[in-house]
């Protein structure tokens, strides 16, 4: 008898050890896991694999439920900036590849809003803004990257040249907060506030610097800073 | 209405009429607090910053180039705000530690390179910086930018000979000053730079006797760094380092481990002089990592060095960049008095403090941000409270988070951060 309990739980162990057996995962599934697990080689596989038979839509999905996943898991301290580095690689990798198949296919996805960034000027710190932008393009954000150390009057030419619907200004120095504050000024000296939201992001950004800067909305992370944006384009959309 | 005389007000009496008697107070103060014992009064760090261009007049252009215009802005902005413990780096404004690591070899002058100063940028050029009336207005802090310098498949070289190919291959990459090695351009550079140095270190001397004279203290200190820090800062840029880490994780290590040595060899080059010699190392990519991550590229390595040159009769002065929480844990692993750790904004400070007491001297407490946006009133309340938590335990040293105050500080709110702690500090 113990025996046979000893092979059924072999037979157990097997099947659990190979999730994708154990848990009998979808394609889908396990390609979400893979990215969630930031197996860089396995996800980009995966897409591969998909994108040969499946509609790309759902591929970039996918992407966004990773995504989703990856942004909880930082919230809750399970994840870190070098994490979420590797899953913006991955999840640009992929998305790159799934969007070269739709156009291939005559195809675009549907975007739920218009979204700009850039580093402030006088900052140069790029990781959080990158992060930034692969979690918004993940969501369905079409993105319009200005770069780093961008100047008020760049902003506000790119906002006239792209029509956004919301404004993104990254910054980790003391000084762009001073730099935030030009950026909106020069954007409701050209007219231009009440066609935008502005989110700002950063190590030292907070409700005061908010406050102080004009802004609608502050983050120091980026997954809830991509929810406040999806909630601004709902109410947009009403 | 007669001013009423505060702490702050008698403490600068006394730094005018007896400049050595607070020297020395200050000097055994800081001392006791690295000997994890309870000084007279909790030693308060210095602030500097924006805040120091827009009280003193001077631009962050003039810290970098105009060496004669730093003596009496620093002279009146020590007389003002008194601290027990403060380092005046003008015009040494940015990492520059790759310049060490090419000449390690040279212990006359391995430290001395090892931060960047205007002049030396200008001589170089270096990609890695950007100064004030150079790349960037006169009023901005000089920027460190950092870059992508070396490529994944070099780490090889990197781990074979790490000083010849910083050296190499490195610097005539990110400094188009220097041209290629051994051509004139090369050499005439690395003269401008020797000469540009030895004025510096002139200045360095007669600052230190300026403010000698004003009761400011000194100790010896010397540099060391955390081989990912390296890499991160000055080879692969933070982002290329996290990514290296999971894609070429062996090379990583070995690059680590190869860059303990010279590292090690520039810290040396100033001899442990009693009673404290201290080395100081600013962390960086810490923050960023996962305790997997942290343990397993990070920290034994950087635990190496610290342990090393603790065991050379060197004390520790590290800088824990961001919130440093979720590594706490491993800086028990040190020997018991090994050093300083200053912790820039940990979410919990107080449980740091509770973890590391007795163990390791804490320093830190204050928000830049409080001195900055806070009243006089709050920022007097904030510091009693912290300080009642804090003693009687010895071995803590109050300071903001990072010594950076915002150009729009009220000094009345920097006055009354030290005098809170000459009121509420008392042991």
């Not at chain 1, 999840?91 to 218009?114: F, N, P, Y």
């Not at chain 2, 070899?105 to 200008?122: E, K, S, Y």
Request: glycine share 8%; with cysteine; aromatic share 10%.
């Amino acid at each position: 008898m113990a025996r046979l309990t000893l092979s059924i739980l072999k037979i157990y162990i097997v099947f659990t050890k190979n999730s994708s057996w154990g848990t009998r995962m979808s394609l889908s599934e396990e390609f979400i896991k893979a990215i969630v697990d930031l197996d860089e080689a396995k996800a980009v596989e995966l897409a591969r694999k998909r994108l040969e038979t499946e509609d790309p839509v759902n591929v970039l999905d996918d992407l966004r439920k990773a995504a989703e996943v990856i942004g909880e898991k930082y919230e809750k301290g399970e994840f870190f900036i070098a994490d979420l580095v590797m899953a913006g690689e991955i999840l640009k990798t992929v998305s790159d590849m799934a969007r070269e198949k739709l156009r291939a296919l005559g195809k675009a996805r549907e975007v739920i809003g218009k979204f700009l960034i850039g580093t402030v000027e006088g900052d140069i710190h790029d990781i959080g803004k990158n992060i930034v932008i692969t979690m918004a393009e993940a969501a369905g954000f079409e993105v319009i990257d200005l770069g780093v150390d961008i100047p008020p009057q760049k902003f506000v030419e790119a906002i006239k040249q792209h029509n956004p619907d919301i404004v993104g200004m990254s910054g980790l120095l003391t000084l762009a907060i001073e730099s935030m504050k030009r950026t909106v000024d020069s954007i409701k000296e050209a007219g231009l506030r009440d066609k935008v939201k502005i989110i700002i992001g950063g190590g030292r950004v907070d409700q005061y610097a908010c406050e102080y800067i004009g802004a609608d909305a502050w983050t120091n992370d980026a997954s809830q800073g991509v929810k406040i944006m999806l909630s601004w384009v709902k109410e947009k959309k009403g | 209405m007669v001013p009423v005389k505060e702490p702050i007000d008698e403490w600068i009496e006394r730094h005018e009429k007896e400049p050595d008697v607070v020297a020395k107070e200050k000097a055994d103060r800081f001392l006791k607090a690295v000997e994890l014992k309870a000084p007279d009064r909790v030693p308060v760090a210095g602030v500097g910053g924006d805040f120091l261009c827009t009280y003193t007049g001077i631009t962050w252009h003039d810290l970098s180039y105009n060496l004669d215009k730093i003596p009496p802005a620093v002279s009146k902005f020590l007389h003002d705000f008194p601290s027990d413990w403060g380092i005046v780096f003008a015009p040494m404004m940015l990492e520059g530690f790759i310049f060490a690591l090419a000449f390690a070899d040279f212990p006359d002058f391995a430290n001395l390179i090892r931060f960047l100063t205007g002049p030396v940028h200008d001589i170089l050029k270096d990609k890695w910086s950007q100064w004030p009336g150079r790349e960037i207005p006169e009023t901005y802090h000089p920027q460190f930018r950092g870059g992508e310098f070396m490529n994944p498949d070099e780490y090889k070289k990197l781990i074979e000979n790490p000083v010849e190919f910083v050296h190499n291959t490195i610097l005539p990459r990110a400094c188009p000053g220097l041209g290629k090695p051994g051509s004139s351009q090369w050499n005439g550079a690395w003269i401008r730079v020797g000469i540009t140095l030895q004025r510096i270190l002139e200045f360095l001397i007669s600052m230190g006797g300026i403010t000698a004279k004003a009761g400011v203290p000194s100790f010896p200190m010397t540099n060391a760094y955390t081989p990912a820090d390296v890499i991160g800062d000055f080879l692969r840029h933070p982002t290329g380092a996290m990514l290296d880490m999971r894609r070429y994780p062996d090379d990583f290590k070995a690059a680590c481990e190869a860059l303990i040595d010279p590292i090690l060899k520039i810290s040396t080059s100033v001899p442990p002089i009693p009673p404290a010699t201290f080395f100081f190392i600013p962390l960086h990519l810490n923050e960023m990592l996962s305790p997997k991550m942290y343990n397993e590229f990070y920290w034994p390595y950087l635990k190496k060095v610290i342990t090393s040159l603790v065991d050379k009769g060197y004390k520790g002065f590290i800088f824990f960049e961001g919130d440093h929480s979720p590594h706490v844990d491993t800086i028990l692993e040190l020997p018991k008095g090994w050093g300083i750790a200053w912790f820039e904004r940990p979410k919990n400070f107080l449980k740091v403090w509770e973890k590391l007491k007795g163990h390791t001297t804490v320093m830190g407490g204050v928000s830049p941000a409080l001195i900055a946006g806070g009243t006089p009133e709050k920022i007097e309340e904030y510091i009693k409270d912290l300080l009642n938590q804090i003693k009687p335990e010895g071995g803590f040293i109050l300071s903001l988070g990072v010594n950076e105050l915002p150009k729009d500080t009220p000094p009345a709110n920097v006055r009354a951060y030290i005098n809170a702690v000459l009121k509420y500090g008392i042991y």
